[in-house]
């Protein structure tokens, strides 16, 4: 197999992990969600969906500071990660971590428009509540 074959491959696995994991947790199976994704984290650590999808079959199991720590991880190993530390700037108002909240929000926004990610920085401006 050569090697685009292999990209083509493992891209469709991405692919299908994602939309696995993403129809498990919109149908309630969190945990059967959060072994999918993380399997997609294993296979693409670098793509922010699985950190994504990770973190919130954690806030549906009502594990926020775990939901927590796995977006923080994807900032990171799928930086630039503006939906990562948006959903992190979420989960930290939600543990009443106001402050630290309206940080991750000014650098979730930062992100989006240093990527001219326009649909999402309007989303995060709406959402912010230090302003």
Same mark, same amino acid.
């Given at each position: #197999?050569? @090697? ?7 891209? @469709?696995?991405? /692919? ?12 309630? $199976? ?16 670098? @793509? ?14 009502? $594990? ?20 990562? /530390? ?24 930062? #992100?989006? *428009?240093?990527?001219? $990610?326009?649909?999402?920085? /309007?989303?995060? /401006? *709406?959402?912010?509540? @230090?302003?």
């Amino acid at each position: #197999m050569s @090697d685009a074959s292999l990209a083509g491959v493992r891209a @469709d696995a991405i /692919e299908a992990l994602y939309a696995t994991a993403r129809w498990l947790l919109v149908h309630g $199976q969190t945990r059967e969600a959060a072994a999918t994704a993380s399997a997609l984290v294993r296979l693409a650590p670098h @793509d922010e969906r699985g950190w994504l999808t990770l973190g919130a079959a954690h806030e549906a199991s009502s $594990q926020a500071t775990v939901a927590l720590e796995m977006y923080g991880v994807g900032r990171v190993m799928a930086a630039p990660a503006p939906r990562c /530390e948006l959903a992190r700037a979420r989960a930290l108002a939600s543990l009443g971590k106001h402050a630290e909240s309206r940080l991750a929000y000014a650098a979730a926004a930062e #992100m989006a *428009n240093g990527l001219g $990610q326009r649909a999402l920085l /309007e989303l995060i /401006e *709406n959402e912010r509540t @230090d302003r």
